[in-house]
């Protein structure tokens, strides 16, 4: 059973930088797509990042290009996400996320895709 566990969130003030990791154990031989979502709220839980298997194809939501990278260690299975110039609306609890499949090279962009999930951690962002 795939498990994972995101660390390294806080508060920060905005203009600030954050960088979240997750570790993903009892995934045996297999390598996942993966993806960062967060949830504000009140809000729906929205993806914000998504990497592919190999880390080589990557998206990002609109509201966060330019500001968020995804990234992975295969050999550490590993997943990160480099927050810079955070703002107040980036507030909100950050999952991370394995998807169903392990085919591909593809960074999966629904919610549906995804069926590994950490607890989450929380960010906040002051003004």
Do not use: H
């Amino acid at each position: 059973q795939v498990q994972l566990v995101e660390s390294g969130g806080g508060l920060v003030q905005a203009g600030g930088s954050l960088r979240l990791s997750c570790a993903a154990s009892g995934v045996s031989d297999r390598t996942y797509p993966m993806a960062w979502f967060r949830q504000a709220p009140g809000k729906e839980r929205e993806i914000q990042a998504a990497i592919s298997r190999s880390g080589s194809n990557t998206r990002s939501a609109d509201s966060v290009k330019g500001r968020f990278t995804i990234s992975r260690d295969n050999a550490k299975n590993m997943v990160y996400l480099q927050m810079n110039y955070l703002k107040p609306e980036d507030t909100a609890v950050y999952y991370c996320a394995a998807a169903r499949t392990t085919s591909g090279d593809t960074p999966y962009w629904t919610q549906s895709d995804y069926a590994y999930w950490g607890r989450g951690t929380q960010v906040t962002v002051s003004s």
